[in-house]
């Protein structure tokens, strides 16, 4: 059974950090891609970024870019997301997913991804 597990979440001050980790089971780490999504209030679920679990390679969304850090531990198969100089606008539910690849399309949540984890909620207050 495939399962993607976040943890981490909280609620923290804006400036402040937290860690996301996505903990994957019942596939080939390897051969897949994680990303990490977030979806706030009335919006829609949005890309945040992509590791590439064979060679390692990253990818962000704009609007996290020199703040977040994505992260890979082939030998625990788990995804790690650094959060750091949060802001109350990163506030959302955030979930992992297999991607095909860190490809252009990775940030689109309808296309390239099997298996969803349930999410975890980062709460940023100012």
């Known amino acids: 059974e495939v399962q993607l597990v976040e943890s981490g979440g909280g609620s923290v001050q804006a400036g402040g950090s937290l860690r996301l980790s996505c903990a994957a089971s019942?596939?080939?780490?390897?051969?897949?891609?994680i990303a990490w999504f977030r979806q706030a209030p009335g919006k829609e679920r949005e890309g945040v970024s992509c590791?590439?679990?064979?060679?390692?390679?990253?990818t962000y969304a704009d609007s996290v870019k020199g703040r977040f850090t994505i992260s890979s531990d082939n030998a625990k198969n788990t995804v790690y997301l650094q959060m750091n100089s949060l802001k109350p606008e990163d506030t959302a539910v955030y979930s992992c997913?297999?991607?095909?690849?860190?490809?252009?399309?990775?940030?689109?949540?309808?296309?390239?991804?099997?298996?969803w984890g349930k999410g975890t909620l980062v709460t940023v207050s100012s």
């Open positions: 997913a297999t991607e095909f690849s860190c490809g252009s399309r990775w940030s689109d949540p309808y296309y390239g991804i099997d298996y």
């Open positions: 590791i590439s679990s064979s060679d390692g390679s990253t």
């Open positions: 019942g596939f080939t780490f390897d051969r897949y891609a």
